[in-house]
């Protein structure tokens, strides 16, 4: 769990990174045993989809990517393995018109853990 300090911490940090023209991605990762976060992220969800996801799923984070375009993080369950994850991120996604976005599918240059 972070707590409000670490997250204005990070959030500065990734101000700054920001500030310098870096490109980011933030998203769930893997614990200790491989199982991951038990949270899902969707993204490019619409305005009108996430009024929709606000009242059926409760979302543990939104995060304005674009104009009317959200990220949202959604959590179901305490912990996934990945059997789980692609499933319910598939299904989360087609509900709330979303896309997935896995981590293999990101290049890793330089990737920090803050």
Do not use: N
Not at 5 to 11: G, I, K, N, P, Q
Not at 75 to 81: F, G, I, M, Q, S
Not at 102 to 110: D, E, W
Request: glycine letters at 8%; a positive charge; hydrophobic letters at 50%.
């Amino acid at each position: 769990m972070i707590r409000a300090a670490e997250a204005s911490r990070f959030v500065l940090w990734v101000r700054a990174l920001s500030a310098r023209g870096y490109d980011l991605f933030v998203g769930p990762t893997q614990r200790a045993g491989g199982r991951w976060h038990g949270v899902v992220l969707i993204e490019g969800v619409t305005a009108k989809a996430l009024a929709q996801v606000q009242a059926e799923a409760a979302p543990v984070l939104v995060v304005a990517t674009a104009p009317g375009r959200h990220q949202v993080w959604v959590r179901v369950a305490e912990t996934l393995d990945g059997k789980t994850a692609a499933p319910w991120a598939r299904t989360l996604a087609a509900r709330y018109m979303g896309v997935i976005r896995q981590p293999k599918q990101h290049a890793r240059r330089g990737v920090c853990r803050a």
